[in-house]
C-alpha cells in the first residue's frame, strides 16, 4: 500500500468521549474512519461532524465481546471503506464497586469488553495490516492500573492491556505493524461523571478536585487523548512500539 492512499482506521466506543474525539481526530488527519459501538445509531453524531468536515466515515454496530459481531464488522469495514491497518482499541465500560460487594458479573462484563473486545478486534484487523505491511494498533490503558479504589476490575483490565499491547508489539513488529497504549488520567467523560456520582459528589466539584491533585492543575479533555492517539497512528511512529504512554497531566508514581 502507497502512503498516499488513504488509511481506514476502526475506532471502538466511539460514539462518545475519548472514541468520538479520536475518530474526528483520525478524519482529520486523512484517515477513512470506521466508527464502532454497541449502538450504531448513537454513532450518527460523530459520522454526521466527520463528513461536515468533508472526511469519510460509516457507523457499525458491534459488541466488541462477541467473536462473530467483530469478524462481521471488520469485514464490512473492509468492503465499505478498504483494509483496515489503523486500529483504536477504545470500547469501555465501568462496574466499580469495592472488591466485598462486586459480583462476578461486574468483573466478567469489564474484562469481556475491554481485555477479550482489544483481543478480538486486533486478531480479526491484524490479517489486513500484515497483508498492507503497515499497521498500527493502540491500545486505551488507563491510569487506574496502576491501581485504584472500588476498581479492581478496571484496574485489573486496563493493566491487562498494557501486557497484551507489549506482546502485539512482539509478534508483530516484523510485519510492520506497531502496538502502543494511551492510559489517560482524568478525562472529562461520560465515565468520569459516573464515577463521581458512585462516590456521591457533583460532577463539577468532582473535576475541580481532581485539578488540584494534577501538576497542569486541570482536568484532561478527550481531545488530550486524541492528539496522542493521533502520534502513535502516524506514519512517522513507525520506530515507536510496545510504549505505555501515560497522558495525566503530570508523572505519576
Request: proline share 2%; net charge negative.
Amino acid at each position: 500500500m502507497s502512503t498516499t492512499e488513504q488509511r481506514v482506521a476502526i475506532v471502538t466506543g466511539a460514539a462518545r468521549g475519548i472514541g468520538a474525539a479520536t475518530a474526528v481526530r483520525l478524519a482529520a488527519e486523512g484517515r477513512a474512519v470506521a466508527v464502532l459501538d454497541l449502538d450504531e445509531a448513537a454513532c450518527k453524531d460523530t459520522v454526521e461532524k466527520i463528513t461536515a468536515a468533508g472526511g469519510k466515515a460509516v457507523a457499525i454496530g458491534c459488541d466488541v465481546s462477541d467473536a462473530e459481531q467483530v469478524e462481521a464488522a471488520v469485514t464490512r469495514v473492509a468492503s465499505e471503506l478498504g483494509a483496515p491497518t489503523v486500529l483504536v482499541n477504545n470500547a469501555g465500560v465501568l462496574r466499580d464497586n469495592l472488591l466485598f460487594k462486586m459480583s462476578e458479573s461486574d468483573w466478567d462484563t469489564v474484562m469481556n469488553v475491554h481485555l477479550r473486545g482489544a483481543f478480538l478486534m486486533s486478531r480479526a484487523c491484524q490479517k489486513h495490516m500484515v497483508d498492507a505491511k503497515f499497521g498500527r494498533i493502540v491500545n486505551l490503558s488507563s491510569s487506574s492500573a496502576l491501581g485504584n479504589r472500588g476498581q479492581v476490575n478496571y484496574s485489573a483490565a486496563k493493566a491487562g492491556l498494557q501486557g497484551f499491547t507489549k506482546t502485539l508489539a512482539i509478534e508483530l513488529g516484523k510485519f510492520g505493524v506497531t502496538a502502543n497504549a494511551v492510559a489517560p488520567g482524568f478525562i472529562v467523560t461520560d465515565m468520569t461523571a459516573a464515577t463521581a456520582e458512585r462516590v456521591g459528589m457533583g460532577f463539577e466539584d468532582f473535576q475541580a478536585a481532581a485539578a488540584t491533585q494534577i501538576p497542569v492543575q486541570r482536568v484532561g479533555r478527550p481531545e488530550d487523548i486524541a492528539n496522542a492517539i493521533a502520534f502513535f497512528t502516524g506514519e512517522a511512529a513507525g520506530f515507536v512500539s510496545g510504549q505505555v504512554l501515560y497522558v495525566a497531566g503530570g508523572p505519576l508514581n
